[in-house]
């Protein structure tokens, strides 16, 4: 049987969080043996929002790298590609440009909601609108047939599709292939104020890359039961971050049980709950330090292997892309 | 002095006529002395309303060559390239796109003019909208200091200098460079049945590539005075196409000025002008045909000179794009 083809990957706009490895970079460490896996640095479509701070798409780009390889994504095993060093997808965008009314651009319901939250207005730029036509183009580059999204990037996956079929029935070909995507089953870690995102913009996210001071720091701080104000007070366990934390990271899965029926009842003080995330959490995050630690200072084995996962993806993206030109007649 | 540069070119989406010949071939063949001339065949941009019929697009690529060559546009002194033989056309593409609004595109006044006229109505697609976007990054990956266009062209040049600022203030560099719009000065040659415009979807148009006895059956069928019946007739000079080619291809003025007076007066029959407009007609493609002769069995030569062509184009572009990249700090 045929090997998956996966694509995944992050734009490099901030290091990783804990978000970010529960809700796909674990995922990924066990994918990258069962399957062919491309995990992509996806620094132009970062630009298409940060075209004024291209500095900070830069340096992300290390932080990002460094958060895939702390985790465990093994370039052994995965291709690891920034996106801008495999000139076939700006191509390929270019030819898709072609196959998608600038109406279904704009209906895209991702693209839609993104527009309002970004406040575009009326100056909304042509590459943001584009982009889901730029996604199209990295998936089918690898001719990925999964890609891991939550599930208000399902739109983006039928809009890589409708080109793929659009293309294939055009040219009369086979040359491109539908991807299915996988939803993300693990619920969205929530931030550590409660609120159902982490994102870095909200301040609220623990990073992967986060020393023992900061962390203990920022669980320290945690959202928890604001009614809980003596120790002997009873406490909610629902909506309390520590303890969905717990539920997340902890193992011993039976005392983190016992802990928040203790708590409900009340005689367990906050502070205790916390030094035993803290615990869990350092746990986690310790190896990763050190792995980090070890790259971290040599740039030039960084930029080897973002190099290397980029050759290898160049070399597939252009197979595609030959079989693209010689559908489109193009292969003169 | 430093040489002017120039971009300018043709979508292959048919063989060139008379009017292309009279309004920018000739002064291409003068400028390639004096200036540093790209002459791109565009086949990505007549992909953007010819998607649909590649076929087409690549049979019109050698046809266009071949009427280049016919001419004298010398491979040795312009650059003759194909567009999508240029990976970095394509990477500027996609990084314009960012700099310009959907609106702003939309608003362009010869992209509103196109979407009328195709008719294009609720589905015009992504890639027409963008094309101005396309021909900014055609223009400015050569650093073309001009650009020669009809008037309805100058809001892509307008467009593209817009894109010129905004990187430049944008990324603090002085990379890209703003074009000058040449102004074609010689009036628009007429179809052959008096309208304004001669193309070939309007059937109208005498071809560098007829042949004597395709040429000779247009000019017999061409409009003249309808009123003019009999050879007695005195007849009108004004809107009477066979003048209006002699105006400018029969260099015997004097003549042409008497054949004028005598038709005015009457006397003179259709014929006899029609005949002298095909002498000199056949006179000015004749040598064309010869040289279309020489290379048009020779598709691996022609192949050669696009190859060869498109190559020299690489090396400038990708000067351009290394400037480019490392302004928005992609240099990695």
Do not use: W
């Amino acid at each position: 049987m045929k090997k998956n083809i996966i694509l995944t990957g992050d734009r490099p706009t901030g290091p990783l969080h804990l978000g970010h490895y529960r809700g796909s970079l674990v995922k990924r460490v066990e994918l990258q043996d069962e399957c062919e896996q491309f995990v992509m640095i996806a620094d132009v479509q970062a630009l298409t929002d940060n075209y004024e701070h291209p500095e900070k798409v830069r340096h992300n780009i290390l932080e990002v790298l460094l958060d895939y390889l702390a985790v465990g994504i093994d370039p052994q095993k995965s291709t690891i590609l920034v996106q801008s060093l495999v000139p076939q997808l700006f191509e390929l965008t270019v030819y898709y440009l072609n196959l998608v009314t600038v109406n279904r651009a704009l209906r895209n319901p991702t693209v839609k909601t993104e527009i309002k939250q970004k406040g575009y207005g009326d100056s909304t730029p042509l590459g943001f609108v584009a982009y889901p036509v730029s996604q199209a183009a990295d998936i089918t580059a690898f001719k990925a047939t999964l890609v891991p999204v939550g599930e208000d990037q399902l739109p983006m996956i039928e809009q890589a599709n409708e080109i793929v079929r659009t293309f294939n029935r055009l040219y009369n070909v086979d040359v491109l292939v539908e991807a299915q995507a996988v939803l993300t089953k693990t619920q969205r870690l929530p931030g550590t104020d409660g609120k159902t995102k982490m994102g870095k913009s909200l301040g609220n996210a623990i990073y992967l890359s986060d020393s023992a001071d900061v962390l203990a720091k920022k669980v320290m701080n945690m959202y928890t039961d604001p009614d809980h104000i003596h120790v002997a007070d009873p406490g909610k366990v629902e909506g309390n971050m520590v303890f969905t934390y717990l539920d997340v990271f902890d193992l011993q899965h039976d005392e983190v049980a016992e802990l928040k029926e203790h708590y409900k009842r009340g005689g367990l003080g906050d502070v205790v709950i916390k030094k035993r995330l803290i615990e869990v959490l350092d746990e986690l995050l310790d190896p990763m330090r050190k792995k980090r630690a070890e790259f971290a200072n040599d740039k030039a084995a960084l930029m080897g292997i973002l190099h290397a996962g980029s050759a290898r993806a160049r070399e597939i993206a252009a197979q595609t892309l030959a079989q693209v030109r010689a559908a489109m007649k193009l292969d003169y």
